[in-house]
């Protein structure tokens, strides 16, 4: 359990830094890479505590961090540059 919990913090970091050199979501890296990473952990622990799991760790930490950073707006924050 322990290396699978980092296994899935790297691999939420990557999606993260993927999504933000495709363009999928404006946020900027270090910020995308945060908001992957509670989206990782959120899963991760309620995986833990009831049993909530999609796949493999590694399958749940792409999920999860793709819904992390799906969830947060993305428009907002590019709205919130255009203006600067």
């Known amino acids: 359990m322990f290396f699978s919990f980092w296994g899935s ?17 404006h946020h900027g890296v270090v910020q995308a890479i945060i908001i992957a990473m509670g989206g990782v952990i959120l899963l991760f622990m309620a995986g833990v505590m009831f049993g909530i799991s999609f796949g493999r760790p590694g399958v749940d930490a792409i999920i999860a961090a793709l819904g992390a950073l799906i969830l947060i707006p993305s428009e907002a924050v590019a709205r919130r540059r255009r203006r600067r």
Do not use: P
């Open 9 to 25: 913090l790297v691999i939420g970091g990557i999606v993260a830094y993927l999504a933000e050199k495709w363009d999928f979501t």
